[in-house]
């Protein structure tokens, strides 16, 4: 099989390549001790997946709180995706420093963590409030 220069090179690298990729994606970063800042990144990713995962939980609460009452469910809905539109714009403006870093994945998944648990928490009072609360529907 005959490879133009240019084209050899590219299958070469990849080639020798490809075990280090897949060594390095076998490999789960001990994030008790995170040294790499890939490693570093990964984990905090983990942690925003596990926030996500959580206030995706909660929204779902919410809306079975708010079942039969479809105004509720509606401006929940149009909170949500505001504060969807706030997250991403301050999580936009914290890494403005950082931008195009190698530190700025972690640093965007540290500040997507740290507002989605919060808004985990102001859910969960909406879910959770008591009866005669008037700040519930």
Same mark, same amino acid.
């Given at each position: ?79 949500? =995706? *505001?504060?969807?539109?706030? %997250? ?7 890494? +403005? &420093? @950082?931008?195009?870093?190698?530190? #700025?994945?972690?640093? =965007? *998944?540290?500040?997507?963590? %740290? ?7 102001? +859910? &969960? @009072?909406?879910?959770?409030?008591? #009866? ?6």
């Amino acid at each position: 099989m005959f490879f133009p220069p240019r084209r050899c090179s590219a299958v070469i690298l990849t080639l020798m390549l490809s075990p280090l990729v897949v060594a390095a994606q076998a490999q789960e970063p001990n994030c008790d001790n995170a040294q790499t800042q890939l490693d570093m990144t990964q984990c905090a990713a983990r942690e925003y997946e596990a926030a996500d995962k959580a206030l995706n939980a909660q929204y779902a609460a919410v809306r079975k709180r708010y079942s039969d009452n479809e105004d509720a469910r509606k401006l929940l809905r149009d909170a949500q =995706r *505001a504060w969807i539109g706030f %997250r991403d714009a301050q999580c936009d403006l914290e890494t +403005l &420093a @950082v931008r195009g870093g190698s530190i #700025e994945p972690m640093i =965007r *998944a540290q500040c997507l963590q %740290r507002l989605t648990e919060a808004r985990t928490k102001e +859910l &969960a @009072v909406l879910a959770e409030c008591a #009866e005669g609360d008037l700040s519930c529907v």
